[in-house]
């Protein structure tokens, strides 16, 4: 059973720093690859990054990039998004999600319907 949570959400101050963990189980993490999303509210859920099963390889969405950094723990099975620099328009309920599909992030990372498996969420405000 595929399981996904995650945690480490919380307030911060605008340019402050939080880091996100998806620990996962079911899954290892040579084989899911693994994309985190965000959904503010009254927005569509957004794909912020993504890292390949094969590799690690990484991808960003435009509005994250230079500031998150995706990473992945094999032995824990845990993937971080460390996240800096954080604008008021970081807020939302973040999500990470699992593709067993696809061994690499492929063009379409960003979309919902790439991922079969979801957890339930954590929340991130960025306020002063």
């Known amino acids: 059973q595929v399981q996904l949570v995650e945690s480490g959400g919380g307030l911060v101050q605008p340019g402050g720093s939080l880091r996100l963990s998806c620990a996962t189980s079911?899954?290892?993490?040579?084989?899911?690859?693994i994309g985190w999303f965000r959904q503010a509210p009254g927005k569509e859920r957004e794909g912020v990054s993504c890292?390949?099963?094969?590799?690690?390889?990484?991808v960003y969405a435009d509005s994250v990039k230079g500031r998150f950094t995706i990473s992945r723990d094999m032995a824990s099975n845990t993937v971080y998004l460390q996240m800096n620099k954080l604008k008021p328009e970081d807020t939302a309920v973040y999500f990470c999600?699992?593709?067993?599909?696809?061994?690499?992030?492929?063009?379409?990372?960003?979309?919902?319907?790439?991922?079969?498996?979801w957890g339930q969420g954590t929340q991130v405000t960025v306020s002063s």
């Open positions: 999600a699992a593709d067993i599909e696809r061994r690499r992030c492929t063009n379409n990372y960003h979309s919902s319907l790439t991922y079969n498996y």
């Open positions: 079911g899954l290892t993490l040579d084989l899911y690859t």
């Open positions: 890292i390949s099963a094969s590799d690690g390889s990484t």
